[in-house]
């Protein structure tokens, strides 16, 4: 008897949750296939098990009370602690299919992220992915994104992160600008440079290193500040001036001379990339197996492999 109490309250917790969202009764009957006073006793009941006045009905509206707009919270919780744990031990375990809509910086998208989905897509011949890029950190839920990658520290307590490599970035400049203007020894130096700035960077005027001797940020200025990470590599190859790049981003031009590393005595501060979701949100199958999926792939990558990093 036990068992069946304990799935009706879940059933009503359901129910509740669904009712929250879209504000009707009749709308969630039609849904479960049953009757509006069918659904109305089901809350009625809730609201007796609980001791407390969930709703507010008129003719007219239908409003959360305090107590409801707290319930809902923990409702939602426990629905998806049950969901998570039904995956876990296979009632619901299915093999990854439908569509995840996946988020990722423009550059890194193309280069880190397009080359390997015909490889997860064999993979999964039942799984799709519409890829999202931008530059703009937006919001997932009004996008509908099931999963982001993002580069740096993750501010957004209601996202869940997990780490799937680290990105450093170089200073570089073509050959011409150092024949031209000389090269840098020390981070101090690129105060006597002009700089290409990017932006969209956390700290775009702040160019952060480390050496022997500790932490040595500068300030730096230019005369071009672009707003694309490609545009800034555009410009420095035409010998504009020096640049702080992402490793994964200048590897080919490095090797066939068009940029040259400077401070190679010093190392920026390197930053993680992490694939984020949403924190209440049951994480399908096809979900996780894209995570898996980025998390294999790229611990397999020199460049960015946070492999034996701090997790």
Same mark, same amino acid.
């Given at each position: 008897?036990?068992?069946?109490?304990? %799935?009706?309250?879940?059933?009503?917790?359901?129910?509740?949750?669904?009712?929250?969202?879209?504000?009707?009764?009749?709308?969630?009957?039609?849904?479960?296939?049953?009757?509006? !006073?069918?659904?109305?006793?089901?809350?009625?009941?809730?609201?007796? /098990?609980?001791?407390? #006045?969930?709703?507010?009905?008129? @003719?007219?509206?239908?409003?959360?009370?305090?107590?409801? @707009?707290?319930?809902?919270? /923990?409702?939602?919780?426990?629905?998806?602690?049950?969901?998570?744990?039904?995956?876990?031990?296979?009632?619901?375990?299915?093999?990854?299919?439908?569509?995840? =809509?996946?988020?990722?910086?423009?550059?890194?998208?193309?280069?880190?992220?397009?080359?390997?989905?015909?490889?997860?897509?064999?993979?999964? !011949?039942?799984?799709?992915?519409?890829?999202?890029?931008?530059?703009?950190?937006?919001? %997932?839920?009004? &996008?509908?994104?099931?999963?982001?990658?993002?580069?740096?520290?993750?501010?957004?307590?209601?996202?869940?992160?997990?780490?799937?490599? %680290?990105?450093?970035?170089?200073?570089?400049?073509?050959?011409?600008?150092?024949? #031209?203007? +000389?090269?840098?020894? /020390?981070?101090?130096?690129?105060?006597? /440079?002009?700089?290409? *700035?990017?932006?969209?960077?956390?700290?775009?005027?702040?160019?952060?290193?480390?050496?022997?001797?500790?932490?040595?940020?500068?300030?730096?200025?230019?005369?071009?500040?672009?707003?694309?990470?490609?545009?800034?590599? &555009?410009?420095?190859? @035409? +010998? *504009? +001036?020096?640049?702080?790049?992402?490793?994964? %981003?200048? +590897?080919?031009?490095?090797?066939?001379?068009?940029?040259?590393?400077?401070?190679?005595?010093?190392?920026? =501060?390197?930053?993680? *990339?992490?694939?984020?979701?949403?924190?209440? #949100?049951?994480?399908?199958?096809? @979900?996780?197996?894209?995570?898996?999926?980025?998390?294999?792939?790229?611990?397999?990558? !020199?460049?960015?492999?946070?492999?034996?990093?701090?997790?």
């Amino acid at each position: 008897m036990l068992k069946y109490e304990l %799935m009706d309250l879940l059933a009503a917790f359901r129910t509740f949750i669904r009712i929250a969202e879209t504000g009707s009764f009749s709308a969630v009957a039609r849904e479960v296939g049953a009757t509006q !006073p069918a659904v109305s006793r089901q809350i009625a009941a809730l609201e007796d /098990h609980l001791g407390a #006045r969930l709703l507010q009905r008129s @003719t007219r509206s239908l409003r959360l009370t305090e107590d409801g @707009t707290d319930f809902l919270t /923990h409702a939602r919780l426990v629905v998806e602690a049950v969901e998570e744990t039904e995956a876990a031990i296979g009632r619901r375990r299915t093999a990854a299919a439908g569509l995840v =809509r996946l988020g990722a910086p423009s550059v890194f998208g193309r280069l880190y992220i397009a080359p390997r989905i015909g490889l997860l897509l064999d993979r999964y !011949p039942e799984l799709a992915v519409e890829l999202l890029l931008t530059d703009d950190v937006v919001d %997932m839920v009004q &996008e509908g994104l099931d999963l982001s990658l993002r580069v740096g520290a993750i501010s957004d307590a209601a996202l869940v992160a997990r780490r799937v490599g %680290m990105t450093a970035s170089q200073a570089v400049a073509a050959p011409e600008y150092l024949a #031209r203007r +000389g090269t840098p020894q /020390h981070p101090a130096d690129l105060a006597g /440079h002009d700089c290409v *700035i990017f932006t969209r960077g956390q700290t775009p005027n702040t160019w952060s290193f480390m050496g022997a001797d500790g932490p040595a940020p500068v300030e730096v200025t230019g005369r071009l500040r672009v707003n694309s990470i490609e545009a800034v590599m &555009e410009a420095t190859l @035409t +010998g *504009i +001036g020096i640049a702080l790049l992402p490793s994964w %981003m200048i +590897g080919d031009t490095v090797r066939r001379g068009r940029l040259q590393r400077v401070l190679k005595a010093w190392t920026p =501060r390197q930053l993680p *990339i992490s694939v984020v979701y949403p924190s209440r #949100r049951f994480l399908a199958p096809r @979900t996780r197996a894209v995570i898996d999926f980025l998390v294999d792939e790229f611990r397999l990558d !020199p460049v960015i492999s946070a492999y034996g990093g701090t997790p």
